[in-house]
């Protein structure tokens, strides 16, 4: 089963609105890394934070790590229709094996 | 030119087909993985080589083999297709620190048929 869940599934904002996805997983993790995936393509690596790590800031990207909760969220600020894309939270656990979640389907538009 | 290249990026190919996918990278990773998608799901992952002498099995393997024929290569083979295997396969390197990100090639459609 798949470690690392997102919710929502799918999210529809206007541009200039904040986007906010959210992922929860189940074991204890190295890292927990954020990916988008633009329509049928390769994933692109947007932020990593590391289990020690509280927030993380990327541009107008945000990301939390509660590991008591074992529960992390990505915020984009601002959004452009640029954002719109699929995103993905995986967890990395020894050996920098990646575990995916099923992702959430970011549209904004214009 | 990109980091991380597959060949082909589109394949059609018939049942009981043999057929191979093929990663090649120019990162000087150690690291290189291969996962499929299947529509409206994350990936999962197939098969994992830390080095040339190392392969290792990952969630969903049964039905695929994999060959690192070097450190920059990493084929991906599906002895004999079957439909369920119709997916988008991904082939992914990493660095050698266990906790870098991972860099993904473009992908390569599947359709099985």
């Known amino acids: 089963s798949q470690q690392g869940e997102e919710d929502p599934q799918a999210l529809s904002i206007q541009e200039g609105e904040n986007a906010t996805m959210n992922c929860s997983y189940k074991?204890?993790?190295?890292?927990l890394q954020w990916y988008r995936q633009n329509s049928g393509r390769g994933l692109v690596h947007l932020i990593l934070i590391r289990s020690n790590e509280r927030e993380k800031h990327s541009g107008r990207l945000r990301v939390t790590l509660d590991t008591s909760k074992k529960s992390s969220s990505l915020l984009i600020t601002a959004s452009r229709a640029a954002d719109t894309a699929s995103y993905f939270c995986?967890?990395?656990?020894?050996?920098?094996?990646?575990?995916f979640g099923g992702g959430t389907r970011v549209l904004v538009k214009p | 030119d990109a980091d991380v290249t597959q060949t082909p990026r589109n394949r059609i190919t018939k049942t009981g087909k043999r057929i191979m996918l093929e990663c090649s990278q120019t990162?000087?990773?150690?690291?290189m993985y291969w996962y499929r998608q299947d529509p409206g799901l994350g990936l999962r992952l197939i098969y994992y080589s830390f080095d040339v002498k190392d392969i290792n099995k990952g969630e969903i393997s049964d039905g695929y083999s994999v060959s690192r024929q070097a450190q920059a290569k990493f084929s991906l083979s599906l002895e004999s297709a079957i439909p369920n295997q119709t997916a988008l396969y991904f082939c992914a390197t990493a660095g050698t620190s266990g906790r870098e990100t991972q860099y993904f090639g473009p992908g390569t459609r599947l359709l099985v048929l």
């Open positions: 990162k000087g990773h150690d690291r």
């Open positions: 074991t204890s993790i190295n890292n």
């Open positions: 995986a967890v990395a656990a020894a050996g920098n094996k990646l575990t």
